[in-house]
């Protein structure tokens, strides 16, 4: 097995809260393991008058340690949560731990844990199960299709559809993108409209390409696996089966090959 194709050569782990998903073995396979990691995880209580499932929240509610507040009962400071500029506080004490879900959030279930510092906006539709860590926002019409897992100071943006994905710490995802079983490294940034196609036209498993020879991923649905420091340009897509090396480029409007791409590319 090639070393340019395991998680260390991709991602920078330690420091990763679940890492575990990681292995020695090819990138893509943590992928394969998503599903079972996500339906054994520990998920905080996420019920409480005022809290609905299915239907958009009537009113917006705090949340805190397995607890909801109403949020009329708090003084809320609004601003970026990767910078720290977000802020709850109740009877004038700080609450740290809160999360704050906006009304008109759909949540689709109680497997969805929320960090600390975390907004969901308005609009927004969360499905079961979901990880969104510690001071990442999830923005305004947002669709999270289930099996998203987010860390910290992580951004799933305007109008981006998300499934089966895996965002390390600090990745972006701000607008108008979709993600399809795929992961997203450490600073990760898309620009708008970037697509990640998963399904391809032909079927069958998909295939990873590289100087060595083609391999294949065993999986019928792959997407992209961005290495730490990659940029996408606006409207940029990569084809099933893309895997981009740290600290790369796709350029705008800019249809990547499927494949390996090693570190430092400039894709356009």
């Known amino acids: 097995m090639s070393i340019v194709l395991t998680s260390e050569s991709f991602f920078k782990l330690e420091g990763f809260e679940h890492r575990q998903l990681f292995g020695s ?26 809290l ?34 977000f802020a709850v ?38 499905k079961e199960p979901a990880v969104i860590g510690d001071c990442s926002e999830v923005r305004q019409g947002a669709y999270i299709r289930g099996y998203c897992l987010a860390g910290r100071r992580t951004v799933i943006g305007h109008a981006t559809e998300v499934k089966h994905t895996i965002f390390m710490d600090d990745a972006k995802a701000g607008h108008f993108a979709y993600l399809g079983d795929s992961i997203l490294g450490s600073r990760v940034n898309l620009g708008a409209g970037t697509k990640m196609a998963n399904l391809r036209f032909t079927g069958g ?10 391999i294949s991923s065993g999986l019928r649905k792959l997407g992209a696996v961005l290495g730490d420091d990659v940029q996408t340009g606006c409207n940029s897509v990569t084809n099933p089966g893309t895997l981009i090396g740290k600290g790369s480029m796709l350029l705008p409007n800019t249809t990547s090959p499927s494949g390996y791409h090693p570190p430092n590319s400039l894709i356009r």
Request: charged share 20%; with cysteine.
């Open 205 to 214: 498993k998909v295939p990873i390409r590289t100087p060595d020879g083609t």
């Open 89 to 126: 506080y109740k009877d004038n004490q700080h609450l740290p731990e809160a999360a704050l879900i906006m009304a008109g959030v759909v949540l689709g279930g109680p497997k969805i844990a929320l960090g600390s510092g975390v907004i969901l906006e308005s609009g927004a539709m969360v």
């Open 25 to 50: 073995d090819y990138v893509w396979e943590a992928l394969k393991r998503l599903k079972e990691y996500m339906n054994d995880y520990d998920y905080p209580p996420l019920t409480g008058d005022g």
């Open 52 to 85: 609905t499932f299915g239907v958009p929240l009537p009113a917006a509610v705090v949340y805190v340690r397995g607890e909801l507040i109403p949020a009329g009962d708090c003084k809320i400071k609004l601003g970026d949560p990767a910078k720290g500029q």
